[in-house]
């Protein structure tokens, strides 16, 4: 990209660029794809709702390598319109048939229970046991992710296959759940940068064993937070790691001074699926974030998709509520209810991969590597051309050939730095990426053609 | 559209929906559209022009079930640049071959004698008569329809068959009509709705026997008189049945304040034939008018077409000239000049349909709809959603398969509901219809979650 | 265009059309097409650099017929950034075998000589001498151009065949220049109009023998001067020859106050192509020079391709450095560095042909009409429409057939003169053509029903 021309000096005048601009060229996406997997492969197996021991299980790993702060709300606390519910907990469950032998059990999948069943232990006929029972027509071999939030009910999800199965008789039930008061736990991580202006990356962690949505959105949110916790940053980082709906609604009403210090926010969920990455932008429509993240997946040379916002969806729609309207988008591959894995046993370890998840994370770094290095500069030299090649920054006219990016992107930054045009905006108008114009900016700043605005 | 989810009280606590959401619903196409093609059989023989008697029976069968207001213009006034002309009227008119035979007769069809044309009565040569008829070469069975408005003058249309029959030798030639001092009829109508803004139907009564331009406008006027009368209506509607350019320029000359009340407007032309429906916009381009009729057609699943703006056409001309710029659009079929039949005999009981006629009334009954019941409103719960699940009007997040445009619509209404979002603009954003978005209102406003701008 | 329907009195109301738009209906674009190649061949032997006698025997011959003014900038001035280099002649130059044979001949091309190649006298060996050779490959039968001005420095260009044909030996290399302290020459015409109010043209003469870049341009604006002078115009008109890059940052230093006079600007550069004209908007995108330029192209019928301002190219990246940001655009054809004969010796008398240089003339007359007799109007009737027939203007309704363009100019002006839309905003929208519109405003200045901004 033009360092053979010229690099700034470590030591020059400007501001340099941000350390995280290191990362994407540095970090190994290999390693980082591996790490993810093997901790969504350690959380599969906890039985997580929105409540309860599975979530504080989950934080504990998650906190391991971060200092998470971990929340505890007391059950019927008001949350803007809505009530923190009671504690749900689950110890086993099972379904057999008259002969005792086990014909559901939820030692072997955490989807066989519908999240929030209250406890039962009754013998009852097929015909009754039935009403409690679901399972996809469709998709014969798959559990279907089911719950029962805000309605008290119990239930069992299993295979069609094993459905029809089923033959008359009577069958034992048993859901050993406690739901009671108690609390709902979420975790939160902050990395402080040099302003206090936030970046917050939000993901829920109250599904059970389903790998796409979401241990791969907490995979990255952990393994993000692991690469930026070492860095020198511009903005503070908050990590969220929440029950979906009730979450988000919980923190915003816990913090409604800190949500308008958040600048720019991340929606991570469902990263891990071999769909292209998709973008949803926040209801703004034109924040910092979704022209970043425009800007990313456009220069990708990969396939991609980018929404407008839409009123329903994850957590986004809580932050983008009409009150708060914080510039919060999302990132995913395959967007939610749009693959057939979503919700059921067969969003599991084969879904996701470790490349997937290593290619999502390399372009949420290079969005947030705009956010941290974008900047608003002006020239010191608005009339005329600087002599770009009395500096040695710029072959004379004659000698060129073709057009260099990166002598290209030194005349569009002196032009366009009028205080009206960010280095973003740049990138956008000149069709140029964005390091290519970080990266004049930086020489520019260097031989004191250019200032940043502080 | 989810009433089966959810039906608000009628006894609710918002503005509920207005009535005319109703006849969209209600209303009998089949007979409506029948009843304006008896209207346009009866209208059909009587020979109208821009003054004259023509127009005072036309306005006398109008009014048999609407109290209209009929004006009289007399001959001489000044209406801004222009003058009421002399008034016409015409009792005979035939051409008479040297065997005394009627070879052209008015009472055949009055287009026969151009409008406006003065007394003759006399005898000439085949080459002199000539010079005083018209034809149309390239449709020999059709008879063209002309008029001498403003240069005093005299001419037979006839079928160019029936030119090129005509043998040398003398001619009678008598044209039985006057031409004095009189007046320019027109007729207003005006339905009282709880506000004092209005909205404008006009359409022109100034043509003979052509069916599509315009007793098709006229009829589906009448029509809308009679179904929106028994309502209770937001706006007032001003219906004008008015000779072309001259009467809404005499109409806006004694009515400036009036004019000023005008919110909304349409003009009614050649709306039975059988091409599809077309909406021109208004000069100002985005008028609620005009987004309403855009996205009526948008939504209708059939072929239509949406045309900005030009100076010239009918009397939007005038309505929309720059010292009015009144939201006047017009809803048409196939525009006029644009199908061969248009001004000339061909125009006739065969170009219109009673079905054409009846989509065109189910369009425009539409669009008025979305005015009636277009609204801003703001959510009483701005910060993060409400919690629509205790409230009956939603189901569980895990229970929903696919997402039902009703509980969309929910979602939709409350995050846009900012008060700087009409219900339009939400139907327009969200790709739902604004009935769709308009029970969302009512449902919220029913649940308090919801207020609407008085 | 409807003149046989009225055309307004010379001694009319209103202001009538300039005389600039007499040209483009007058003007012979043959004989302009060929007086611009003679003057091309004249030009082309002569050996330009950015400084030195062949700037100053060029300006001469174009200030035959011009009254030019001509500068000396000293060597060593400042010019913003700049300082102004040493002047460079040059007498002969050769390069002559072991047998005393000359293979390369500055006389026979002033390509030969890389420009501002110091003096050098020596004989050396084939492998020493070819440190200082440059050729093409790719088009092995033409010579490059190829320039040294900040780097002291000396070469010789030719063919690739003649390159590759040199045997071992030793060589005579003489290059006679002189580079010392003189003077930077460029010329200047100012054509005075009604107002101080300023177009710039600008055309770059650095260039040797090389036909489109730049005695193309250079030859159109003097024809464009010759064209001009003898007129009333609205504007004043500055023509500036200069040396690239630093002849306009030279100029724009020493006459900062007369850059804000600068209401419209063109930049001339390689108009005699074969290829589609072009033209590169200024950095504001859209201003009027903008608009009318790309009116005149987008009504052409011809192929053409319009570019957003880019930060590289000829002097307009001076005139449009953000501290200037003035309304400047480039009309060529095809752009620099696209067609392969750029930059080498089959830029010459083959490339440029009479009809492409009248051509773009052509199209150039046709904007700087546009700007001359564009203007914001009012109607004085702004409500309804005047009744255009009495007064012998329009044709009444029914004799219409079609839609004759000059009527509807006539609505289209009436319409939209409010006083926010000026006669080039009305034919952009209309789809009719400027001079259509303009012939209409005339037409209505002259009955009175308009009136012009002063």
Known sequence: MGRAIYDPHPAGQGISVREISRLTQTVSLEDAGLWMYDLITELYPICRSMTGDGVRRTLEIIGRANPLQVHEVPSGTSVFDWTVPKEWNIRDAFIKDSRGKKIVDWAHSN????????????????????????????????IPYRTSYFKEDWGFCLSHEQLTGLEEGSYEVCIDSSLHDGH??????????????????????????????NLSGIAMAVQLANLLRPLHLRYSYRF??????LGSIAWLSMNRERAVRVKHG?????VGDPGKTTYKKSRRGDAEIDRAACHVL????????????????YDERQYCS???????????????????????SADNLSLVQPTFLANSLF?????LNVLENNAFCTSKNPQCEPQLGRRGIFRS??????????????LWVLNYSDGDHSLLDIAERSGLTFDAVRHAADVLLDQDLLSERG
């Open 266 to 270: 991340l929606v991570l969920a469902g």
């Open 298 to 313: 456009e220069r990708s040379r990969e396939a991609f998709e980018i929404f407008d916002f839409v009123p329903y969806g």
């Open 111 to 142: 989807l066989h229970v519908v999240g929030y069943s209250v406890p039962v232990r009754r013998v009852m006929s097929l015909a009754e046991l039935k009403k409690h029972l679901f399972s996809l027509p469709g998709r014969p071999d798959w």
């Open 397 to 410: 006219f004659s000698e060129r050939v073709g057009n260099p990016d990166a002598e290209m992107a030194l």
């Open 184 to 213: 709902m736990t979420y975790g939160e991580l902050l990395l402080k940068g040099e302003s206090s202006d936030e970046v917050l990356i939000s993901t829920h962690v109250c599904h059970p064993s389903l790998c796409n949505d």
């Open 363 to 367: 372009k949420c770094l290079s969005m």
């Open 240 to 245: 969220l790691f929440i029950p979906a709906t």
């Open 322 to 344: 009409p009150g708060f309207n914080l510039p919060v988008g999302v990132l995913a591959r395959t967007p939610h209810g749009k693959y057939p894995e979503y919700h059921t």
